[in-house]
Nanobody, 115 residues
Framework: QVQLVESGGGLVQSGGSLRLSCTAS????????MGWYRQAPGEQRELVAA??NYADSVKGRFTISRDNAKNAVYLQMNSLKPEDTAVYYC??????????????WGQGTQVTVSS
């Protein structure tokens, strides 16, 4: 079994900052990639940051980073805006110890930005 757990969400005022964390654990042979997505109420899930790619709406404000030794990915969010309000999800593409490639999602962490 593989688990992805996110943390770091919360309520913040417009212009504030938050740092999200995601750690993967379980029967993992190798993590191929990790990224962040978000989903606002009534909206589809969208890419926020993965690898060197960022959504246009967050460029210059958000920064993604990896710690391969910890099987972790982070999202530093600065200059937050109300439109950033969403549930943020961690995603990982990995190879399990059984030798198969899978895509896993975390359960999400809520980010709410007040105006």
């Amino acid at each position: 079994q593989v688990q992805l757990v996110e943390s770091g969400g919360g309520l913040v005022q417009s212009g504030g900052s938050l740092r999200l964390s995601c750690t993967a654990s379980g029967t993992i042979l190798k993590i191929l990639s990790m990224g962040w997505y978000r989903q606002a109420p009534g909206e589809q899930r969208e890419l926020v940051a993965a690898g060197t790619n960022y959504a246009d709406s967050v460029k210059g404000r958000f920064t993604i980073s990896r710690d391969n030794a910890k099987n972790a990915v982070y999202l530093q969010m600065n200059s937050l805006k109300p439109e950033d309000t969403a549930v943020y999800y961690c995603k990982a593409n990995l190879i399990t110890t059984g030798g198969y490639e899978y895509q896993y999602w975390g359960q999400g962490t809520q980010v709410t930005v007040s105006s």
